[in-house]
C-alpha cells in the first residue's frame, strides 16, 4: 500500500465507493481499510454464500480468495477487491450481491415484498418521493445509454433500493456480529446519503454514525451526496454505449 496517511472522523460504518473499473479507487479503499481497521467488511460483489465460505485457510490463499464468485464473474473482478480483503486480514466478511436471478424475481414481485417482513424497518416499502423517483429514473436511463424503454426505469429503480437494502441489512448484522467498526465496499450510487444506502441504513438503525466516501474521475463530477469525495485519474476504457450504437 502506499505510504498515505488519513484523516477520519470516528463512525460506526465507513462506507467507500467505486467506479467499478478504475484501479485507483480499488488502491485507495484497501489503503482506507487498513486505516480504519475494521471489525468487519461488507461487500457489493460478493453474495452471502461466498462471504460466508471464506475460512481461515482461504484468507492465506490469494488465489482461491480471487476465484470466488465476484460480481458473478470470478477472478478477473476477483484481483480488484482481494488487496482489500488483506488489509484487514482479521475482519469477518459479509457480503450482500443481488444475483441476476434474484434482480428478475425482485422485477416481478416487487422489491419490498421481495426483500420480506423487514422491509418496513429499512424503508424500503416506502415508496420514493416524486423528484427522487425521476432522477432516478433518469440516472437508470444514462446508465444504459439512453436505450431502456419507459417501461421498464421503474423496475430498474426497485431493483436498485433493493440492493441498497441489501447492503443496509448486511451492515446492520455486521455491526451485530462484531460490534463495528464496519467497512462497506460498493458502487458510488449505493454510497449516496441522499438515497443510497446510508439511507436504508438509518432507517433501521437511527443511532449509527455514517462516514460515506465517493470516488469520481478527474473532470467529471461526481453525482451526489457524500461526506467526502476523492477524484483519480480517468480510466481508459472502451464506449459502454457502442453496442447499442445502430451505425
Not at 473482478?77 to 488483506?86: K, N, Q, R, T
Amino acid at each position: 500500500l502506499a505510504d498515505q496517511t488519513y484523516f477520519l472522523p470516528r463512525a460506526n460504518v465507513y462506507v467507500i465507493g467505486e467506479i467499478h473499473d478504475n484501479m485507483d479507487h480499488h488502491v485507495r479503499q484497501a489503503e482506507l481499510t487498513a486505516a480504519i481497521m475494521p471489525t468487519a467488511l461488507v461487500f457489493e460483489m460478493l453474495s452471502a454464500e461466498d462471504a460466508q465460505a471464506i475460512d481461515s485457510e482461504k484468507r492465506r490463499d490469494v488465489s482461491a480468495l480471487q476465484a470466488l464468485n465476484w460480481w458473478e464473474r470470478g477472478a478477473d473482478v476477483g484481483a480488484h477487491y482481494v488487496p482489500i480483503l488483506l488489509a484487514a486480514a482479521e475482519a469477518q466478511v459479509f457480503g450482500a450481491h443481488v444475483s441476476r436471478e434474484r434482480a428478475r424475481a425482485a422485477m416481478q414481485q416487487g422489491a419490498a415484498s421481495y426483500f420480506g417482513v423487514q422491509s418496513e424497518i429499512y424503508g424500503l416499502s416506502e415508496p420514493s418521493g416524486h423528484e427522487e423517483q425521476a432522477a432516478r429514473e433518469a440516472y437508470q436511463l444514462a446508465a444504459h445509454c439512453d436505450a431502456l424503454p419507459a417501461e421498464m426505469l421503474p423496475k430498474m429503480v426497485d431493483v436498485q433500493r433493493l440492493r441498497d437494502a441489501e447492503l443496509a441489512r448486511a451492515t446492520a448484522l455486521a455491526l451485530a456480529k462484531t460490534d463495528g467498526p464496519v467497512v462497506v465496499i460498493t458502487g458510488n450510487g449505493h454510497a449516496r446519503k441522499d438515497w443510497g444506502m446510508p439511507v436504508y441504513l438509518n432507517k433501521a438503525r437511527a443511532d449509527l454514525l455514517v462516514y460515506s466516501m465517493g470516488q469520481g474521475e478527474k473532470g467529471l463530477l461526481l453525482d451526489g451526496v457524500f461526506d467526502e469525495v476523492s477524484y483519480s485519474p480517468v480510466t481508459l476504457r472502451d464506449d459502454p454505449c457502442a453496442a447499442f450504437s445502430k451505425d
